[in-house]
């Protein structure tokens, strides 16, 4: 029986040093990859999201339950909730809607905020025009058209269908202060 004589400490020690640093350059790799990864991705996606956008869902909202409740040549202001989800945030915003007919069948809808800066606008039973208080804009009640102010365009319409007897609006916001109409 052969016996084979000790390893010498200087040969121990280059193997476990050769060891040890190849344990450390696999470690480090894997360090650096896990952290790469872990930075790489919410870059690469927070660059890459807007081109997968989700399209915006647009609801029809019901804004009168009975058409023949609706005043024939008066416009109606409507007020509704409009909630909103952004991740586990829910937003509720009041909304406000002008509905305006001149037969009882065809309905105009307007955007319930002045198209200068945003201003919520009122209906003035006397001049039979829509005023807006915070800087004199006025409206034509049948078009939507500027007759006086600094409003850069007429109000906002909204499609309108009636199912039912219901009327129901599409409402979208505007960007304001502009003469183009572009959603906001």
Known sequence: ???????DDAARAATDAVGRRRFLKLASALGAGISALLVGIPAASA???PGFKKPVKRNWVKVADDVATIDVG???KVDFVEAAQD????SRTLRTVWLYTEDGEKFIAYS??????G????????????V????????????GKVLSGPPPRPLDTLPVKVENG?????YETFRTGIEAKVVA
């Not at 991740?87 to 829910?90: I, L, M, R, T």
């Not at 319930?112 to 800066?117: A, D, E, I, P």
């Open 112 to 117: 319930g905020t002045c198209t200068h800066l």
């Open 47 to 49: 660059f890459l999201s």
């Open 132 to 143: 807006c208080p915070c800087h004199r804009g006025i409206f034509d009640v049948k078009t």
């Open 119 to 130: 201003c919520s606008y009122g209906y003035d039973k006397t001049k039979d025009l829509f």
């Open 166 to 170: 219901e009327v129901h609006v599409l």
């Open 87 to 90: 991740a586990w945030v829910e």
């Open 74 to 76: 008066v416009p109606v």
């Open 1 to 7: 029986m052969s016996v084979s004589p000790p390893p």
